[in-house]
């Protein structure tokens, strides 16, 4: 009955239950965390790295597992219209405690002549946005010249840009939530911040929200993270309290 209510759902509101499976070269496909970014549904894979998710076009799925590579995917339409999503993960590599340093830092892809100086590097998403163009009300005064970037204010009128915009912001957020969980544990959440383990995930959301702590977790101290991680978990507990009552 449960399934059938977000079947029923899922149609009134334009989304498919997706069907999926997890295929890994090697590696444990079972409880691999799925998370649709845009409507909150969540589920778990199987033994079989089979699972169902409710999403559409333009949903992001975010794929985490302690043993395998964090993944994202953007559903396409092409994706809502076979009967089975194949999901390629990769097993993570354990790194070596020894790094080789490079004598010759002065040779590069920029003192080569392979790479300009002064390139950014984007991510995927952030890729899309400058493929895109991100229209702003001045570029008008391009029609005086005929250079107006007409692609760029479709985009905007359409709301594309708007929504790569907001799927950058959510690669930075998940970005820093890879941060956390790098650093400290389950058991520190709750045996030490004294967070309820079932109020661990949220806690999570909950301080990647809070600019300060965003600020502080990008200087790598890891006592002043702890710190602050303190506080928030104090303020976090009485929002827990005050819910409950």
Do not use: C, W
């Not at 997706?18 to 778990?44: P, Q, R």
């Not at 043993?67 to 097993?91: C, G, H, S, V, W």
């Not at 702003?136 to 594309?160: E, Y």
Request: glycine share 8%.
């Amino acid at each position: 009955m449960f399934l059938f209510g977000q079947i029923v759902f899922g149609q009134a509101t334009g989304e498919k239950l997706i069907n999926g499976k997890i295929v890994v070269e090697s590696g444990n496909v079972a409880g691999v965390s799925i998370i649709n970014l845009v409507n909150e549904k969540s589920t778990i894979s199987d033994g079989k790295g089979e699972f169902f998710i409710l999403a559409k076009a333009e949903d992001l799925l975010v794929f985490s597992s302690l043993n395998l590579e964090y993944y994202r995917r953007q559903i396409e339409e092409e994706d809502l219209k076979p009967a089975f999503l194949i999901i390629k993960m990769t097993a993570k590599v354990t790194e070596l405690k020894e790094v080789i340093v490079n004598k010759h830092p002065e040779i590069n892809a920029v003192s080569l002549g392979i790479s300009p100086k002064g390139i950014k590097q984007r991510s995927q998403m952030e890729r899309k946005l400058y493929t895109a163009g991100d229209f702003k009300p001045i570029h008008l005064i391009g029609l005086l010249g005929g250079s107006l970037n007409v692609d760029a204010l479709l985009n905007a009128v359409n709301g594309r840009t708007t929504m790569t915009k907001k799927f950058i912001e959510l690669e930075n957020k998940l970005g820093l939530l890879e941060k956390t969980e790098l650093l400290f544990e389950e058991e520190y959440y709750i045996n030490t911040l004294k967070i309820p383990s079932e109020y661990v995930k949220g806690f999570k959301y909950y301080i990647v929200e809070n600019k300060e702590f965003t600020t502080v977790l990008k200087t790598k101290n890891k006592t002043k993270i702890e710190f602050l991680m303190g506080e928030l978990a104090l303020k976090y507990n009485e929002i827990i309290a005050a819910e409950n009552k």
